[in-house]
């Protein structure tokens, strides 16, 4: 049973960062204003769900490199928060998913591919916010495929951003340039 919930937890964490911040927007945020869109993301989902879930904090690194920038020298990073939605029937699962989405298209976000397969009894949603290049998954996993129940699990990863443009633009200092910018 936990070994599934690991493989899920794993899968989200992987499949919610693979390009976060490849749209070309400039990101001019700090880990805490990261963190608390991240929150605020997963509340959209998670406010109003019917059964209640407990969100349960996947014990992941919040904050790493930047898994857009392919073999960069680590200079940017994202958030990447998980939360296994816990407390009701595993039979849920698939109905929370479903509701995640749809508080994120109420909120007009956008699908990054097509829309799950309701037929699956395990969908996985994948979404991002436009305005500010945040990218969200709902996933479901198999916990007793004997008994068609489930897990679900949702994520969040913010836009790379390089630490401390955001606490320096807000004190009057210009952003760090990029490693290949000339000197200004």
């Not at 406010?47 to 930047?66: H, K, N, Q, Y």
């Not at 305005?131 to 913010?158: H, N, P, Q, Y």
Request: proline content about 8%; overall charge negative.
């Amino acid at each position: 049973m936990v070994s599934a919930a690991v493989v899920l937890i794993t899968f989200a964490t992987v499949a919610g960062c693979g390009g976060a911040g490849r749209s070309g927007s400039k990101v001019t945020l700090d880990e805490q204003e990261a963190t608390r869109r991240a929150e605020e993301i997963i509340h959209q989902a998670v406010d109003g769900m019917s059964p209640e879930p407990t969100l349960e904090r996947v014990p992941l690194a919040p904050i790493g490199a930047c898994l857009a920038d392919e073999h960069s020298s680590g200079e940017r990073v994202q958030v990447q928060l998980t939360y296994r939605l816990s407390g009701v029937p595993g039979s849920a699962a698939k109905q929370l998913v479903r509701q995640a989405r749809d508080a994120w298209v109420k909120r007009g976000y956008a699908f990054q591919s097509s829309d799950a397969d309701w037929n699956d009894p395990y969908p996985t949603v994948s979404m991002r916010t436009e305005r500010d290049d945040f990218w969200m998954d709902a996933i479901t996993g198999v916990m007793d495929k004997e008994k068609g129940t489930g897990v679900a699990s949702l994520g969040v990863t913010s836009p790379c951003f390089r630490p401390g443009d955001a606490s320096a633009l807000r004190a009057g200092r210009p952003p760090l340039a990029p490693p290949d910018a000339p000197p200004v």
